[in-house]
């Protein structure tokens, strides 16, 4: 029977128990597609990012991911058993008002996902208790350093643990809360930057210039010819015109 339930996308890594209720139905960057009933989506924690699709819109995005042909093969067995190749079309509209909207939602949550990685990356150096207590670092060392007569509650005991002069300190707190401010905002705006150029492509094709160029996800090989990314060869194959590095590039 075919499943009519809604389709959500997410990090299996961050949340593995959505295998266990949900039917899978592909994936794509890392992220994987499930069928869920609804009552599962009440039970998924607020730490975890997933998108929400309804059932027409999420098997459209998938099965037309990066499509560019106006006719595809499609696959299925006849009552013999038999395996069989049928050409089938493939409704441009369907993709303009299905699969385009799915896969900018894809590509942003991915994105969302490798930065969400990179800000806790710069927070692994720093203990639970350094975090929490930061703010409290921060504001007792400016105060200090604008008035050395001021009163300190933390700082002067951490300094004196490090053997450190409180002015010298108090100075090492602020100079390394404005290195991680510029690194987090760094990554915020490079987050956002790649947003932006998600949002702003038009056609499947755009997005799969953008898969091609920061993911290193090549492109259909037609679309690469036309592109003149590609060409024939000496033996009628298309090759690259030039290497194709794969992986992250940003």
């Known amino acids: 029977m075919e499943n009519k339930n809604d389709i959500i996308v997410v990090d299996l890594e961050k949340y593995p128990q959505i295998e266990v209720w949900g039917e899978k139905l592909g994936g794509n960057l890392g ?57 089938v079309k493939v409704d441009n509209d369907i993709r303009s008002k299905y699969t385009v909207p799915f896969m900018k939602a894809v590509i942003t949550l991915k994105i969302q996902e490798i930065f969400e990685k990179r800000y806790n990356k710069l927070r692994d150096k720093y203990s639970y208790l350094e975090e929490a207590t930061w703010e409290d670092q921060v504001k007792e060392s400016k105060a200090y350093l604008e008035d050395n007569t001021t009163e300190t509650k933390l700082i002067h005991r951490l300094a004196e643990l490090r053997g450190l002069t409180l002015e010298v300190f108090a100075a090492k707190v602020v100079k390394n809360n404005s ?54 060869n000496e033996t009628g194959a298309v090759v690259r015109k030039e290497p194709f590095v794969y992986g992250i590039k940003f």
């Open 31 to 87: 992220l994987e597609y499930f069928y869920l009933d609804d009552q599962y989506f009440d039970y998924i924690p607020q730490h975890v990012n997933y998108l929400r699709f309804d059932n027409k819109t999420g098997l459209f995005g998938h099965k037309y991911w990066g499509e560019i042909r106006f006719q595809r093969s499609e696959y299925g067995v006849d009552d013999q058993g038999t395996t069989q190749k049928d050409k």
């Open 179 to 232: 290195e991680w401010k510029d690194s987090v905002y760094d990554l915020l705006v490079k987050e956002q930057s790649l947003i932006v150029k998600v949002k702003s492509c038009v056609n499947i094709l755009d997005l799969n210039v953008f898969l091609e160029d920061y993911f290193g996800n090549e492109m259909p090989r037609e679309q690469c010819l036309d592109y003149g990314r590609c060409e024939f």
